[in-house]
């Protein structure tokens, strides 16, 4: 007995003090968890003085008017704020179509973000025209619209091709854009096919009749010359048959077109040719072999009238229709002095 009872003592004793030092861990959490809490406690009583001493002292109001009070519970939130914007902005597009400032705006927005793509590397550093023969590149691309300021990523294509389609030199263009840089347009231009006068103005014409330009520059010189209303729509197919007899087309000046029916011819030394309105190509063909066999262009005569089918009226100038009169006196005073 005394064995165990000194046994269980000294294992009680070896225990006792991690009990002791267990409890007082337990003890210390339990103060600090309290002590958090009042803190805690603390704050939100000061937070909930100050909301209280900030309060404003409510103000009552008379109700809104019925209209008011549904527009309030049925429209949706900020729809005050989405008004008020759109009101000031449509008071600003408003001034600038009123004040004329419209094309300055489009024009200031449209250079800005070809500013910030050209920042980005859509710079258009190089340009590609083929097919240029009578514009030069400058010319081209000014008339598509394409300046120093502008940026592949915001150059409409369409837009820069129907430009340039309007130009009268110009029959089709298409324009690609190489990314990053390049831009490449291909042209067909129209020719310069004859000078066409109408009304005192004198314009440079296609051979389907568009009017290329006035007639400013000495290079179209060398043109055929069509004159009269009408003539510039009918002069590719009068001149490509002219063409076809050379003889006559190599003297000729002008041809112009009469009551938009019929052709006369004027040659080079003032010679008149008033061609039929039909079968002009036999009148033609008719004219030509009397040059050959009776150097008819070369005779002293002014017009030569082939409108009747089935004759040719020669019209002699002054002095020789003169010479013809006196040479017709001088044979009737011969016959008169033969028969005394």
């Given amino acids: 007995m005394d064995r165990a009872g000194s046994l269980t003592r000294s294992l009680f004793r070896s225990l006792r003090p991690q009990a002791d030092l267990k409890a007082a861990a337990i003890g210390a959490v339990v103060l600090l968890r309290e002590w958090v809490q009042e803190k805690h406690a603390e704050k939100r009583g000061a937070a909930q003085v100050k909301v209280k001493a900030k309060a404003k002292p ?3 109001r008379e109700p809104p008017p019925r209209v008011v009070a549904l527009v309030e519970r049925y429209a949706p939130r900020r729809v005050g704020i989405t008004m008020t914007v759109l009101l000031l902005l449509g008071s600003c597009g408003f001034g600038i179509v009123k004040g004329g400032h419209l094309q300055d705006f489009i024009t200031a927005v449209s250079d800005t973000r070809n500013a910030l793509a050209n920042s980005a590397g859509f710079r258009i550093t190089s340009v590609v025209i083929n097919g240029r023969k009578q514009l030069s590149q400058d010319e081209i691309l000014a008339i598509g619209g394409v300046s120093g300021r502008s940026s592949l990523l915001f150059l409409d294509a369409d ?3 129907d430009k340039l389609k309007a130009n009268p030199w110009i029959a089709d263009a298409t324009v690609l854009k190489l990314y990053p840089g390049q831009l490449m347009i291909e042209l067909t231009e129209r020719k310069a096919y004859a000078l066409w006068q109408e009304a005192g103005r004198l314009s440079v014409i296609a051979d389907d009749g ?3 330009e006035p007639y400013v520059s000495r290079r179209f010189l060398s043109l055929p010359l069509v004159v009269g209303k009408g003539a510039d729509t009918q002069a590719r197919d009068f001149l490509a ?5 050379p003889q006559i087309n190599s003297v000729t000046k002008a041809a112009i077109y009469v009551g938009e029916r019929r052709w006369n011819l004027r040659l080079k030394d003032g010679l008149d040719i ?3 309105e039909q079968d002009v190509g036999n009148a033609l063909a008719m004219l030509s072999k009397l040059d050959k066999e009776d150097r008819l262009f070369s005779r002293d005569i002014v017009a030569v009238d082939m409108r009747l089918p089935d004759r040719l009226v020669v019209q002699l100038s002054d002095d020789a229709a ?8 001088d044979k009737k005073k011969k016959k008169a002095g033969d028969s005394a």
């Fill in 58 to 60: 409510v103000v009552e």
């Fill in 274 to 276: 008033r061609l039929p």
């Fill in 241 to 245: 048959l002219l063409a076809r007899y």
């Fill in 210 to 212: 568009a009017v290329l």
């Fill in 322 to 329: 003169k010479a013809r009169e006196d040479l017709f006196k």
């Fill in 159 to 161: 837009a820069v091709r």
